[in-house]
Nanobody, 118 residues
Framework: QVQLVESGGGLVQPGGSLRLSCAAS????????VSWYRQAPGKERELVAA????????LYAGSVKGRFTISRDNAKNTVYLQMNSLKPEDTAVYYC???????????WGQGTQVTVSS
């Protein structure tokens, strides 16, 4: 059974940090490009960061560049999103998506809530 499970969300004060994890099961994550998206209440889902299957290249939304870092550990079948200097506007449900290189199939996780508030 193919599954992506996000974890690591929570409540953090402005300026704080969180590390999100996206763990895959049922397939080899190294065969996929992986992205993190977020959706705030009343807003469209937006791309936050993405990383190639080998981890050789990454891209970021302008709003998080310099604060967030996407990385992957293919041996652990897991992709991470390190989030530093968090702001209230980073509050959202964060989702990971895996796009399989060979089939173009996309898999989504169930999301993890990140709330930045004092």
């Amino acid at each position: 059974q193919v599954q992506l499970v996000e974890s690591g969300g929570g409540l953090v004060q402005p300026g704080g940090s969180l590390r999100l994890s996206c763990a895959a099961s049922g397939f080899t994550l190294s065969s996929a490009a992986v992205s993190w998206y977020r959706q705030a209440p009343g807003k469209e889902r937006e791309l936050v960061a993405a990383i190639t299957s080998a981890g050789s290249s990454a891209l970021y939304a302008g709003s998080v560049k310099g604060r967030f870092t996407i990385s992957r550990d293919n041996a652990k079948n897991t992709v991470y999103l390190q989030m530093n200097s968090l702001k209230p506007e980073d509050t959202a449900v964060y989702y990971c998506k895996a796009a399989l290189i060979r089939t173009n199939d996309n898999y989504w996780g169930q999301g993890t809530q990140v709330t930045v508030s004092s």
